[in-house]
């Protein structure tokens, strides 16, 4: 009996300038280039170990045995690490999700980014992170920068080769995010799905990738030139046109609810309040991310929580790549898990 055992950590990120759309569904590449920065708070754990004795793939995450279609989407994600290693035999998958499962908190861009460093370490597969990139995309696009820490470009590429993620800057100049999670269920539109709807049908779609373009350019330049204030303005800005693009199409869809709308109506009057820079973001949910200085964190959480339930305000510190774990984390993952450190 032969086992190849592989564990890895890898954090979310949330995209500042948004991956919106696919130009090619299959090899998931996207229409336009994105920039996120990966966050501290919030992770997944994936064990991943090839077993001769086993007859098909199999796929728990937290501790529950998911559905056939869950299972296939992480047997195709192995076939590919399979088809490059000629690797035969089948996998067992472990994930535990330190983050609500499918609400808009990129569950999805840690789930991948850890199962694709798992797998390769399983499999001693000796690639860069960049080209380890390119495997992760194919789980799901934002995943590609999970497995690098503070702010990543995700660079759309001209082919599967190239279009992978890497840092641009490690996000140490006093950077935080506030989550205003106001709803932690599962969203009923995959972003997967609402992207494709959006790309078929809003009229908006085609401005969308040519200003995508530019906001990433000039993020980039104001990340090199630690301009906080304008990397929270293009933030905003681009956030809100992916949403733009939503309430365009045909038949028209949003993300938002209600209490998403009420938690921007509260970042805007605590900005005002405290004349504190605080820029939100949303993503395929209704959740909203606030981009802020790490320093004025506390007083932009205190001003927060006079509008909004204390339990629905989070913080965050940027975060680090993905790393691999030993048996010994894994054990006490485990027991974080069951203690209920989990966000689900
Ligand atoms: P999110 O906003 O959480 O990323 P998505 O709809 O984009 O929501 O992705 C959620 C999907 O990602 C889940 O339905 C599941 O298919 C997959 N996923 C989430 N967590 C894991 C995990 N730990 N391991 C493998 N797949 C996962
Ligand atoms: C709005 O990476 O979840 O969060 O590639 O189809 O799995 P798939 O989509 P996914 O989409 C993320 C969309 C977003 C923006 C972003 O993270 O860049």
């Known amino acids: 009996m032969s086992k190849k055992v592989g564990i890895a950590r890898a954090h979310t990120n949330i995209a500042l300038i948004k991956y919106w759309?696919?130009?090619?569904?299959?090899?998931?590449?996207?229409?336009?280039?994105?920039?996120?920065?990966?966050?501290d708070a919030f992770y997944t754990d994936?064990?991943?170990?090839?077993?001769d004795?086993?007859?098909?793939?199999?796929?728990?995450l937290n501790h529950q045995k998911q559905s056939e279609k869950e299972n296939q989407k992480i047997s195709q994600f192995l076939n590919l690490f399979r088809e490059y290693t000629g690797e035969r035999t089948?996998?067992?998958?472990?994930?535990?999700?330190?983050?609500?499962?499918?609400?808009?908190?990129?569950?999805?861009?840690?789930a991948f980014a850890a199962l694709a460093l798992a797998t390769a370490t399983a499999l001693g597969l000796e690639i860069s992170r960049e080209e380890l990139s390119t495997f992760a995309r194919r789980g799901s696009g934002s995943?590609?920068?999970?497995?690098?820490?503070?702010?990543?470009?995700?660079?759309?590429?001209?082919?599967?080769?190239?279009?992978?993620?890497?840092?641009i800057d490690d996000a140490s100049w006093d950077i935080g995010m506030i989550i205003l999670a106001v709803d932690t269920g599962k969203k009923k539109i995959a972003s997967r799905v609402g992207m494709e709807h959006t790309v078929q049908t809003s009229p908006f779609y085609?401005?969308?990738?040519?200003?995508?373009?530019?906001?990433l350019k000039e993020i980039k330049a104001a990340i090199a030139q630690r301009d906080f204030e304008r990397v929270g303005q293009l933030t905003e800005h681009n956030g809100m046109k992916?949403?733009?693009?939503?309430?365009?199409?045909?038949?028209?869809?949003?993300?938002?609810?209600?209490?998403?709308?009420?938690?921007?109506?509260?970042?805007?009057?605590?900005?005002?309040?405290?004349?504190?820079?605080?820029?939100?973001t949303m993503d395929a949910g209704p959740n909203v991310k606030v981009l802020c200085r790490a320093s004025d964190m506390e007083r932009l959480v205190n001003g927060l929580t006079e509008y909004l339930p204390t339990e629905q305000v989070l913080t965050s510190l940027p975060g680090?790549?993905?790393?691999?774990l030993s048996d010994a984390d894994w054990q006490e993952s485990q027991g974080t898990f069951s203690r209920g450190g989990d966000h689900d």
């Open 242 to 280: 992916m949403h733009a693009t939503t309430l365009s199409a045909n038949p028209p869809f949003t993300y938002w609810t209600a209490d998403t709308v009420r938690a921007q109506d509260a970042v805007r009057q605590v900005r005002e309040d405290l004349g504190l820079p605080a820029y939100m």
């Open 143 to 167: 995943s590609t920068r999970s497995l690098f820490g503070g702010f990543v470009e995700w660079d759309m590429g001209t082919s599967s080769a190239d279009s992978m993620a890497h840092p």
């Open 46 to 51: 994936t064990k991943v170990v090839f077993d």
């Open 21 to 39: 759309g696919k130009r090619d569904k299959d090899l998931f590449l996207p229409m336009n280039s994105s920039l996120s920065l990966t966050l």
């Open 206 to 215: 085609p401005m969308w990738v040519e200003t995508a373009a530019q906001d």
């Open 90 to 110: 089948y996998a067992r998958v472990d994930s535990l999700n330190f983050v609500p499962t499918a609400a808009g908190l990129a569950s999805s861009a840690s």
């Open 320 to 324: 680090c790549g993905a790393y691999t």
């Open 53 to 60: 004795s086993l007859t098909a793939d199999e796929f728990y």
